[in-house]
């Protein structure tokens, strides 16, 4: 749409020099020419001052860092505003009208199966009964999809992936934006998930699809049952993730990351590649040494952790 007319229905100005076709939202980093973000918090300056987006919601005191190029779209509640204009780029939920999934060679389709439009299913592909292949699926060969799965619209399953039963890909990552009186606006998701090559995903896990963008379980990675992925994480190639894990949006684990059952790992944080954590680890910290064994709550090397818990034994007898 023309910026001028989201900005209308926001009840923000636009001038008439700065109008454009815009074909959705994006975050400063990753945002193109045609498509809008918006700066919240003044720590994030950095990030608007080399942003290429075609138009930014911004408070009035931060304005001055806009560069030249990009519209400043003023507006008292950045995060707010972007809230509403998420609902502007929401898809619909099914597609009505548009060609039929296409089903490769070998592949076996189950009954009650559901087959979006626009789906392509490849060669060899098993999906049992009362599965949701949702509309613009991507399903790549030899893999395995369970009964009652779910894999919502716009996402992708590689080739020799195994998915169990219950799980979902692509439902909406938690994210909503607080009014002034303590109301929440729902914040539309409207990236993604992909699931690279040779994952294998446990019975009832859910893997959020991104706000913008995409959540991503990279090729090789295999995942345990009640695991939760929030928006926009990215779990390295090859790791390995125990029962009842939860990783909060924006995470990013490195290569060969291991992680005991019920571990915890913060938002917005960097896990280096190939280490491991305990059972329980709680994660509030990015971690940029690689090969070493975590555990406990603060976050700490494992053996420490051991040696703490053996001294506050001792002292309680």
Known sequence: MKLSVLAERLGLECTHEGDREISGLNSLKDATSSEVSFLEKAAYVKDLAATNAAAVFVSKELAEHV??????????????????????????????????????????????????????????????????IGDNVRIGDNTIIYANVNVYRDC?????????????????????APTRLGEFVKIYQNGNV????????????????????TTRIKKGAKVDNLVHFGHNVELGEHSAIAGQC??????????????????????????????????RSVVTKSIKESKKVFGGFPIMEQKSWLKLQAKLAKLLK
């Open 156 to 176: 992708e399953v590689g080739s020799n992936c195994i998915i169990h039963a219950g799980t979902v890909v692509g439902s909406d990552g938690f994210g909503f």
């Open 246 to 279: 939860g990783f909060a949006g924006s995470t990013t684990l490195g290569r060969n990351t291991i992680m005991g059952g019920q571990c915890a790992v913060n938002g917005h944080l960097h896990v280096a590649p190939f280490n491991q954590f305990a059972g």
């Open 194 to 213: 992909v699931i690279e090559d040779d994952v294998e995903l446990g019975a009832n896990c859910a893997i959020d699809r991104a706000v913008f963008g």
């Open 67 to 132: 560069p030249e190029g990009t519209v400043a779209l003023i507006t008292d509640q950045p995060y707010l505003t972007l809230a509403h204009a998420t609902k502007a780029f929401a898809p619909a939920v099914i597609e009505t009208a548009g060609p039929d999934a296409v089903v490769g060679e070998g592949t076996h389709i189950s009954a009650g199966v559901y087959l979006g439009k626009g789906s392509v299913v490849g060669s060899n592909v098993t999906i049992l009964p009362n599965t949701f």
